[in-house]
């Protein structure tokens, strides 16, 4: 009995400290979204101050009597709130008491020129007015009050969890079995944890972006009013650089329309952005926009759930082991199985099953693999795909590509009957014609690459015995796509005859001779006999071939680069130019999507079609 | 219907190794039912597939009734064989199976249809005309195959081992079926196994065959009561005639005997030089108290089979089977005495020939 108290204080552990695991990483998220508004803050307030402060006649560092002035009125700019300093050199401006920076974090900040941490204040470059070296710094402090308590839905769930935990935890190694309601609520409770823990990072996020929106469009309306007066679009142009001063803010700043100060989300260009307006003038109207940080936080969602369900799995496993531990003998075998699956597992887990589902996500979303935002298009990739003629165009090519597999299915079935028949040279074939498929991809399409040459190619040289003039094969539309599918079928011939070969040897002699008892002759014997029994394995040769022909690659990317005239271009050298070429990932995963359903459909098809009398004794 | 005739048939399969069929002269008369009986290996399968056209004999020559058919393609002999495991076409139904030979030889369809049905209606298969092999059961199979062979009407039939397959339940109802086809049929019929019962039990006459060479022809009674060599002798019955190593001796003038082990059988041979084989039937040994017989013999095993029972014995360094009637009343380790039928001994010479 003791031990089974012991297996539910561990359940309970692992109830209470998944919940609060979640909970800490949701707080640690929001901890970093605030440190990098208060980051962009100080970037954005050394830009302003470097706009607005003239500089000493001769030098290109600033009069310190004007910046210690600019200094103090940012202090009493209404409306701006956020605790900062401004150094000239080690010397603080603002509070002319407080205490200076060391040489030491000076030099530091001089020589890297990126923001830096000094406790709690992040502190970037002041730059002199040629934007050449750093004469001082600008220092702003991380709020604190914002996230200091979870908000009531995080609270109410919490409470949940935990309540619905310790039950399924008190009943740990009883009868109850796996996926029993009190788990599946617990399991549900979870999960509202999670989504709660993601709705405060995602409000951090968006309290971060806003603040820093709020706070920079004081910053234009107070540099614009300081300079000579312009319009719009010089203004624009001029206080450019206090937009795009904060790191990772993708900030920017247009000629805009007349607006409350609010921030509003809108979408331009398939970018999200979130806008807030500053009057700089009479009628005069500036757009700062910036990339809402809650726009990329599905790796936090993805974080916060996982976190909230190890509560569940892991009582799972613990109501699991703790009904098989008074089976020792099995609970170890089953252990032993998934020692041995794991590494498999693992696997197939991380090269396969992760990158399948992020190109899942990717479909869905407008992403550069340069820039950090995925943005959500939903099935406007799908639809693009439908109306991209170029695509179409691929599609053709590669069923037309695919006509490669039935011809080299033939050969290599005509060549596996010679071989079957003639024992001592199957050897000694069987291994010639298995090396080109052996051999590097490439270096066998480079080989054919020369041959196709139109100037020195063999093909042409022996085709001129004949009278048939040089054909340009590679570079004539005509051709390209034929030449391209001689080279595969080349290849694939070896290795379709080595499977129909150990097809035709499995096949029971007996079949054949009560043939030739009954009266059959060869050609009958083909027909009615070797080839039905070769079904299944004809049948795995066409699905490979075809699947294999739908994926060509190298050969196309080595031969003809999908030229010309698009004449060889495939649909997976289409999703190659489309995600490493055009940056299109989005795009390109949905592409890849849509060659998976192909297959899925065309390999269906053809079990439903071929396979339907394979099973048999 | 037709004589099969093989004159001096040999096969070799490759130079190195010991040939599959030495010179087998055989005659199978029109309408019999031949047997070709012999352990594995020994060479009888290799025999049915020659007379098939399957193998190319290397030496000798084949005859079909009249015909030389030696060097005939297998669908020009007109025989039809069964096969081991049915090599019934696991893609086609039964009906298709039973229709093959005829398709390939372009028989009209109308009557393809009827011959089998009426093949079909002779082996009970109506109902499975539209199954396929995978769905049938072993006897099911097995009377598919017979039916395939049956509808091409061919002047003999080949059977290789079609029994072997099937559970022992199923094969002395198989083995009637067979019979009562053949009286129906009045076909010439050669039959490979190497089970010697069905051989006693189905055929008018047995070929044995050891090594490639043929042992003995004769009918089963001929081949139980007069066996030619040791190795018949040892292969027909069940178990198998038990065969003692003896040396006949001359103690006086009328009492001469034959010393095997511990027995000592009083018999009279034409010379007494040398080794003798000294053959004698289970089935002849009577089991009696001990020094009441012609020797005595420590009981090794005991087998009761409820009808009767085999005692395995040891009779001075050799093994003797007896089997007796009943349950006998012998414990493992008794010591009893042996008295074999006198009338009923075989003798061989020291190469394993019949003497006289």
């Not at chain 2, 028989?107 to 539209?130: K, N, S, Y």
């Not at chain 2, 009407?153 to 559970?167: A, G, I, T």
């Not at chain 2, 009923?344 to 190469?351: A, E, I, V």
Request: charged content about 20%; aromatic content about 8%.
């Amino acid at each position: 009995m003791s031990t089974l108290r012991r297996w539910r204080a561990v359940a309970g552990a692992v109830v209470l400290l998944t919940a609060l695991a979640t909970l800490a990483a949701a707080r640690r998220a929001a901890g970093r979204y605030t440190r990098a508004t208060a980051e962009r803050l100080a970037a954005t307030t050394a830009a302003y101050v470097s706009l607005v402060s003239p500089a000493l006649r001769g030098s290109s560092d600033y009069s310190l009597p004007r910046l210690l002035i600019q200094a103090h009125a940012l202090r009493l700019l209404a409306g701006w709130d956020p605790d900062f300093e401004v150094y000239h050199g080690t010397a603080p401006l603002v509070e002319a008491t407080g205490r200076s920076l060391t040489p030491a974090q000076f030099e530091d900040l001089r020589r890297r020129e990126t923001v830096r941490w000094i406790g709690r204040r992040a502190l970037a470059p002041l730059r002199d007015r040629d934007d050449w070296d750093v004469v001082g710094a600008v220092a702003v402090a991380a709020e604190r009050g914002r996230v200091a308590l979870p908000d009531a839905l995080a609270v109410g769930a919490l409470v949940l969890a935990l309540l619905a935990g310790w039950l399924v935890a008190r009943s740990v190694g009883g009868g109850g079995r796996a996926g029993t309601p009190g788990g599946l609520g617990y399991a549900a409770a979870a999960l509202l944890l999670g989504l709660a823990a993601y709705g405060e990072v995602r409000h951090a996020a968006a309290a971060g972006t806003e603040r820093w929106l709020t706070q920079t469009r004081l910053l234009v309306q107070e540099a614009a009013q300081r300079l000579p007066a312009a319009d719009a679009s010089t203004l624009a142009v001029g206080l450019g650089r206090i937009a795009r001063s904060a790191p990772g803010a993708g900030g920017q700043l247009t000629v805009g329309d007349s607006a409350d100060a609010a921030v509003r989300f809108e979408r331009r260009g398939g970018q999200a952005r979130a806008v807030v307006v500053a009057r700089v003038g009479p009628g005069r109207w500036l757009a700062l926009a910036a990339s809402p940080a809650q726009a990329v936080t599905e790796s936090w969602l993805a974080l916060c759930i996982g976190l909230a369900m190890l509560g569940p799995l892991g009582l799972w496993a613990l109501g699991w082991a703790a009904r098989e531990r008074v089976r020792p003998q099995r609970l170890r075998e089953t252990l032993t199985a998934w020692g041995f699956l794991a590494p498999a597992t693992a696997h197939l887990a991380v090269f396969s099953f992760a990158p399948i589902l992020f190109a899942l996500v990717l479909s869905v979303h407008h992403w550069s693999l340069v820039g950090p935002e995925k943005l959500f298009v939903g099935l406007d990739n799908l639809v693009q795909v439908a109306r991209d003629p170029l695509i179409w165009l691929s599609l053709r090519n590669t069923a037309l590509y695919t006509l490669q597999v039935p011809v080299t299915m033939a050969l290599a079935l005509g060549v596996a009957l010679v071989l079957h028949r003639h024992t001592r040279l199957v050897w000694l074939a069987r291994t010639v014609f298995l090396l080109p498929y052996v051999s590097s991809v490439v270096a066998i399409a480079l080989v054919w690459q020369w041959m196709y040459r139109p100037d020195v190619g063999l093909l042409n040289h022996v085709l001129s015995f004949i009278g048939v003039g040089p054909v340009d094969w590679l570079g004539n539309p005509r051709t390209a796509l034929l030449a391209v599918m001689l080279v595969s079928v080349w290849v694939q011939v070896g290795y379709q005859m080595v499977v129909f070969l150990a097809g035709l040897q499995g096949i029971p002699r007996a079949y054949l001779d009560a043939a030739v008892v009954d009266g059959a002759n060869a050609w009958q014997r083909f027909w009615k006999v070797t080839f039905p029994l070769l079904k299944p394995v004809t049948l795995f040769v066409l699905v490979t071939g075809i699947i294999g022909s739908f994926q060509v690659f190298t050969y196309i990317y080595v031969l003809t680069d999908g030229g010309p005239l698009h004449a060889t271009d495939v649909i997976v050298y289409r999703i190659y130019q489309t995600a490493w070429e055009f940056l299109q990932f989005g795009y390109a995963s949905a592409l890849a999507l849509v060659l998976f359903a192909l297959l899925f459909g065309v390999t269906w098809a053809q079990f439903r079609l071929l396979g339907r009398r394979v099973d048999y004794a | 219907m037709a004589s099969v005739t093989l004159r001096r048939l040999s096969k070799s399969f490759d130079r190195t190794s010991q040939p599959a069929l030495q010179e087998l002269t055989l005659e199978v008369r029109d309408g019999e039912f031949l047997v070709l009986l012999g352990p594995s290996g020994c060479g009888k399968t290799t025999a049915l597939r020659c007379i098939a056209g399957l193998d190319e004999p290397t030496d000798g020559q084949i005859m079909i009734g009249e015909r030389d058919v030696t060097h005939l393609a297998p669908a020009a002999r007109d025989v039809a064989m069964v096969f081991q495991n049915y090599a019934l076409y696991p893609h086609l139904t039964v009906r298709e199976n039973i229709a093959f030979a005829l398709e390939m030889r372009r028989v009209p369809q109308a009557q393809i249809t009827r011959r089998v049905l009426e093949t079909a209606e002779r082996l009970g298969l109506r109902a499975l005309l539209d199954r396929r092999p995978a769905q049938l059961s072993g006897g099911q199979r097995q009377r598919v195959a017979l039916g395939r062979a049956i509808v091409r009407e061919p002047q003999v039939f080949l059977f290789d081992e079609p029994l072997s397959n099937l559970d022992a339940t199923l094969r002395p109802e198989m083995r009637g079926e067979l019979l009562k086809l053949h009286r129906q049929l009045r076909a010439t019929m050669i039959y490979v196994t190497h089970d010697q019962v069905e051989a006693m039990t189905m055929g008018q006459r047995i070929a044995v065959l050891h090594e490639g060479r043929l042992r003995q022809l004769g009918t089963p009674a001929e081949l139980y009561e007069r066996p030619a060599d040791v190795f018949v002798a040892r292969f027909v019955g069940h178990p198998g005639m038990n065969v003692l190593q003896g040396r006949g001796t001359r103690k006086r003038e009328r009492t001469r005997a034959v010393e095997c082990g511990s027995l000592a059988l009083p018999v009279a041979l034409p010379q007494y030089d040398g080794e003798v084989q000294l053959g004698v039937r289970p089935e002849h040994v009577a089991l009696c108290p001990p020094d009441q017989g012609a020797g005595n013999a420590d009981v090794l095993v005991v087998e009761p089979l409820g009808s009767e029972t085999l005692v395995h014995l040891d009779a001075g360094g050799q093994p003797l089977v007896a089997k007796v009637a009943g349950i006998a009343r012998v414990a493992v380790g008794d010591r009893v005495g042996v008295q074999p039928d006198l009338a009923r001994l075989h003798f061989f010479d020291g190469s394993g020939a019949r003497l006289a």
